[in-house]
């Protein structure tokens, strides 16, 4: 998928049904094991907004309906069953739809269902040490909320609650308690630049509501209520997900700080500086972190270069060199892992560049938690003030 939201739904409406299947079965693949010290115990939760109809189902589907995963520091997590990274019906839908589009993965070819997450479904809270910060996640368009677990585990791992956040009827596949999929309803409609300001408004909109959610969320996980710190709220997203992290902080006071991995802020065919969003006009007053993997960043985009000459707050900008924009995603774990076991129809370096995956992993990684870490836990590390050994691949732009 494109970092446009136009190009993400034109690689969608491209997806063919007659794909090959793998001569020896499908492949298998498993997730890189968290960096933080702590277990991880999950629980998934349907949200019901009845205070709007379904912007992409009007006038049939009159209240907005959501999934969202909760991950979160655990104790004695391993008597508590692992959870998959997608159920069935969900996986399905990504097999199809975004793993086609999205990743270069012709259906039929990986197992999805089949990778286990590392986080333990209904294990017991860590209350250890109070209130924990909260950490937000919107996916790429297509994209489903699972997919970006690299990321979202580790965070969780290193003491935040995250919660991810599928957009229905956008997501590739949306799969609700008792097996019924919100499959996405993109593919059938021309990428007008009404339909963009749709997807983009409803991606704020289920952010926001997730946000009055949080009391009905920490009721719901057990132990969970009053763990959870609601004045250190962040937000990160790839692609879409970056565009809904900075724009809901923009509308939103209470996120104090957002991560935009690759997404850019234009709601146009193209970044040309026409069809700016009012975050990329107007900016922001707080911390925001863009990570991308074209060279200029912030001077080479129109959109994030309006977002940068109108904030006031600190930001950064960092080139992750020779990546892709699927690196941002579990993509750049996984792919390589696909294409050591079938054949696929493009070089993987298409979706994710050439840089080594293991570094790209640990970059990604390293600088999301050192930003979130910095700003929500007042743990002042020296990894955003500039180069580092560590991570060569890693640009600082100015």
């Known amino acids: 998928m494109r970092?446009?939201?136009?190009?993400?739904?034109?690689?969608?409406?491209?997806?063919?049904?007659?794909?090959?299947?793998?001569?020896?079965?499908?492949?298998?693949?498993?997730?890189?094991?968290?960096?933080g010290r702590s277990q991880l115990g999950t629980a998934s939760l349907r949200l019901v907004d009845t205070s709007r109809p379904d912007p992409l189902r009007e006038p049939e589907q009159p209240f907005r309906e959501l999934m969202v995963s909760v991950f979160y520091p655990a104790r004695d997590a391993d008597r508590y069953p692992v959870a998959p990274q997608m159920g069935a019906g969900a996986a399905k839908a990504f097999d199809e739809i975004a793993g086609p589009a999205n990743a270069g993965v012709p259906a039929g070819l990986v197992d999805w269902a089949a990778t286990k997450s590392h986080a333990h479904s209904g294990a017991p809270v860590d209350r250890r040490g109070g209130p924990r910060p909260v950490l937000l996640y919107s996916p790429g368009v297509a994209d489903p909320r699972t997919w970006n677990a690299t990321l979202v585990e580790d965070?969780?791992?290193?003491?935040?609650?995250?919660?991810?956040?599928?957009?229905?009827?956008?997501?590739?596949?949306?799969?609700?308690?008792?097996?019924?999929?919100?499959?996405?309803?993109?593919l059938d409609r021309e990428p007008t630049l009404d339909l963009m300001r749709t997807v983009l408004d409803a991606r704020v909109a289920d952010t926001r509501f997730v946000l009055d959610?949080?009391?009905?969320?920490?009721?719901?996980?057990?132990?969970?209520?009053?763990?959870?710190?609601?004045?250190?709220?962040?937000?990160?997203?790839?692609s879409g997900g970056g565009f809904a992290a900075l724009q809901t902080m923009h509308d939103d006071r209470r996120?104090?700080?957002?991560?935009?991995?690759?997404?850019?802020l234009s709601i146009g065919h193209e970044d040309d500086g026409t069809n700016l969003s009012t975050v990329a006009t107007e900016g922001v007053n707080r911390p925001f972190l863009l990570l991308g993997h074209e060279p200029g960043g912030h001077t080479a985009r129109p959109s994030w270069g309006s977002l940068w000459a109108h904030s006031t707050g600190w930001k950064a900008d960092l080139l992750l060199k020779n990546s892709g924009h699927a690196s941002f995603t579990?993509?750049?774990?996984?792919?390589p892992q696909v294409a050591a076991q079938v054949n696929l129809p493009e070089p993987v370096s298409k979706r994710i560049g050439a840089a080594d995956p293991a570094r790209v992993?640990?970059?990604?990684?390293?600088y999301v938690a050192a930003f979130f870490d910095r700003f929500l836990r007042g743990a002042d590390g020296p990894l955003l003030d500039g180069p580092s050994p560590a991570h060569p691949d890693v640009d600082f732009l100015r």
């Open 3 to 35: 970092k446009m939201i136009t190009a993400g739904l034109a690689a969608m409406a491209m997806v063919t049904v007659a794909t090959p299947v793998a001569a020896e079965g499908p492949a298998r693949v498993s997730l890189p094991e968290p960096t």
């Open 213 to 238: 959610s949080l009391g009905e969320i920490g009721a719901r996980v057990p132990g969970l209520r009053g763990a959870m710190d609601p004045d250190r709220i962040g937000m990160f997203g790839h």
């Open 155 to 186: 965070l969780a791992s290193r003491g935040y609650v995250v919660i991810t956040i599928d957009h229905t009827y956008e997501s590739a596949g949306v799969e609700f308690p008792g097996g019924r999929v919100a499959r996405s309803v993109l």
């Open 330 to 335: 579990d993509a750049e774990a996984l792919l």
């Open 361 to 366: 992993l640990a970059a990604n990684r390293a």
């Open 255 to 264: 996120i104090s700080a957002a991560v935009n991995l690759d997404g850019l």
